[in-house]
């Protein structure tokens, strides 16, 4: 079957570092998308990897390891507004562009 | 930038009536996509389309129908609404894949639907 799995919660220091982990297990597994969702919010799109190893977006480091199913967003210099969900979707479907998501990692960042 | 727009942004519906929800998007996207969102919970995929006249099932398909006339537009349509259909209904849109990149999809608004 499809699973994505990633913790519940989460919370971390203004100006910190926080690392996000996903795991997932998928068929016809394409690529791993990270999304960030503020409360009430649409979903926005922050990263994605299809190969091995680590992408790098400014504050913001997505890594992959297709063999062991595993992938972590990294989030560095940790701001007030970063308090939001983190998504891990993982493409499936060919090409296709379909997504399994996780239900979400809540982060609070406090001061 | 308009990007994917729907409508309405909320709605509160009786049980066993119908109503449709709207997405359109300026993007030139092929790719068009429908997911809810409970409470805690992550997307579930309804349905999506690849292009204009094509559609297919995703996850959670049923008590939902689809069509895509047009490039632009992707309607959702609840024939009998259904308590368990209360939800946050998300459109997505996206490019189609091209030499092994893939693209990555970009939400509206979303739409808040309670059915009492």
């Known amino acids: ?111 | 930038n308009a990007g994917v727009t729907q409508t309405p942004k909320f709605r509160i519906l009786k049980i066993g009536q119908s109503m449709t929800l709207q997405c359109t998007q300026d993007m030139n996207h092929n790719y068009m996509y429908w997911y809810r969102q409970d409470p805690g919970m992550g997307l579930k995929l309804i349905y999506y389309s690849v292009g204009a006249g094509i559609t297919d099932k995703g996850e959670v398909p049923n008590g939902y129908n689809v069509s895509r006339s047009t490039t632009e537009d992707f309607p959702l349509r609840l024939e009998l609404a259904a308590p368990s259909q209360t939800s946050v209904y998300f459109c997505a849109s996206s490019r189609a894949n091209r030499g092994g990149g893939l693209q990555p999809q970009h939400f509206g608004d979303g739409t808040r639907l309670s059915i009492l």
């Not at chain 1, 919660?9 to 791993?32: D, P, R």
């Not at chain 1, 913001?60 to 210099?77: C, H, I, N, P, V």
């Not at chain 1, 970063?82 to 406090?110: E, M, P, Q």
């Open chain 1, 1 to 111: 079957g499809q699973n994505i799995d990633q913790p519940t919660e989460m919370t971390a220091t203004e100006g910190a570092i926080v690392q996000i982990n996903c795991t997932y297990q998928t068929s016809g597994f394409n690529g791993l998308f990270w999304y960030q969702q503020h409360a009430g919010e649409a979903p926005t799109f922050l990263s994605y990897n299809v190969l091995d190893g680590l992408e790098e977006k400014g504050r913001f480091s997505s890594f992959l390891s297709r063999s062991k199913g595993y992938s972590y967003l990294l989030l560095k210099e940790l701001q007030m507004k970063d308090s939001a969900s983190y998504l891990c979707a993982a493409g499936t479907g060919g090409g296709y562009n379909k997504l399994i998501f996780g239900a979400g990692t809540r982060l609070a960042v406090h001061p």
